[in-house]
DNA sequence: AATGATTTTATGTGCACACATAATAACCTG
DNA sequence: CAGGTTATTATGTGTGCACATAAAATCATT
């Protein structure tokens, strides 16, 4: 009855999720916990937790303690997302990459971003408009503003050379962010500064950036038609 | 010396996210090793190479065999995206979800499907059109291919009642899919059953998945306007 | 000095054991 | 029998140890 015993966590996770595709574990149903298949499978309970930990974040297994282990009934695909920086993004594609800072200036910004970044709406920020571009194409136009209170070096450098996406994640720690993807029409400033059609239909990053409590940098990439986000679970 | 001693692996895990944050191991920078941070936490190494290995995961640390554990010079920001059911999407919100099934047909698809899913291009896939509502207004439009040499009970499922979306997941394993994410104008077709304005922005998810070598189903759902795909890290 | 073999070292992983914790199941007790 | 208390159980995690493995550093050889 004793498969050919898996020695690793790799093998016993590998066998685990052969069970489940080949429906022997159908969804939504308990499996055997983990002493009885450390002694099926000939290894340490250690092993085959780890094993089971590991499906259960890629959100194949339900665990809950006591209540035993469980194929997920509906899994939640768990797609796990890289967000470079645009220049290894462009030189990754073996293209090469330009960039173009188009505007520097520090100044109040509109509410609705103020409020995004909760900071005093009478505040100034460093507002940086630029143009990312893939052998000489525009590639991505950047719209973003720094809490120049949060990212004090900020106000010394004039992103002329390095951009703001490069230029942040070399100098302004930050614990988490949010990010949102959308589909918007090119304003006609982003039509002109990326070279499309009017109302072109355009695939939009927007992300907010926090140190604690604080915003360091609110940015919307904004890239040139064609462009696709790829990932795979 | 010693800090007040950690004893779990999520608080080393947030002390050493602390000291990076802190820049008190800059990026890029060569961390002591398991061994020694075990000692100075006071606890086993075992329990810091959980809390390293979580945070190599995350992308924020860089380790190697025998070269040790750096600070990511230029952390690749992973975000973790969970795509779930539509009808959860919805409902997660608060709002009423519902579904429309369009066109079930037996047919050859274009070239540019049979090729996408390695499928011969002679044979025909099952052609299934639907739309999802979200408190009656539409949310998402369904277009999707399905295998029926892999999936063969969809055969018999008229997906009336439940979406091909759902159903699916319940009925067909698969091993892995590809996801790509994108802007997409309107066409003609989709503006008309989206109830939108021809040429709109729309955001549109492109899914294939695989059992093995062949593929199960191939699916691009287009949103109605307002749609943002979030998640943080 | 270039090349190849060997040693050293940091991480990767497995194991046996222990105890913690959450949640269910079983048992009271009025 | 309702309601609360206690026991049981599966997972979660920590520890100390061992050995595996990859890669760098060192040494030996030509």
Redesign the interface.
């Known amino acids: 009855m004793n498969s050919p015993t898996f020695r690793n966590w790799q093998s016993v996770q590998d066998e685990v999720?052969r069970r489940?595709?080949?429906?022997e574990w159908a969804?939504g149903e308990l499996i055997p916990n983990e002493a009885d298949l450390a002694q099926e499978f000939g290894c340490a309970r250690s092993t085959v937790n780890r094993a089971l930990r590991a499906l259960a974040a890629n959100?194949l297994l339900d665990r809950r303690r006591k209540a035993g282990t469980r194929v997920a009934a509906?899994?939640?695909?768990?797609?796990?997302?890289?967000?470079?920086?645009l220049r290894?993004e462009v030189e990754e594609k073996g293209a090469t990459y330009g960039y173009h800072l188009i505007e520097r200036t520090l100044a109040v910004p509109p509410v609705s971003v103020s409020a995004a970044m909760k900071t005093r709406i009478q505040d100034a920020l460093l507002h940086i408009r630029a143009l990312h571009l893939s052998d000489a194409a525009p590639y991505a136009f950047e719209d973003r503003w720094i809490n120049i209170d949060q990212v004090l070096d900020a106000r010394a450098e004039t992103f002329q050379s390095v951009s703001a996406n490069e230029w942040l994640?070399?100098h302004a720690?930050?614990?988490?962010?949010?990010?949102?993807?959308?589909?918007?029409?090119a304003t006609p400033d982003q039509a002109r500064i990326l070279a499309v059609p009017n109302?072109?239909?355009?695939?939009?990053i927007d992300r907010i950036t926090w140190?604690d409590a604080h915003s360091v940098t609110k940015v919307r990439l904004v890239?040139a038609?064609g462009?696709?986000?790829?990932?795979?679970?």
Chains 1, 2 share one sequence.
């Open positions: 999720l489940i595709h080949a429906r969804p959100g509906e899994p939640v695909a768990k797609a796990t997302l890289d967000i470079a920086l290894h994640l070399k720690p930050y614990t988490h962010g949010d990010i949102a993807f959308s589909a918007v029409q109302n072109s239909a355009l695939f939009a140190d890239f038609p462009y696709q986000l790829r990932t795979s679970v």
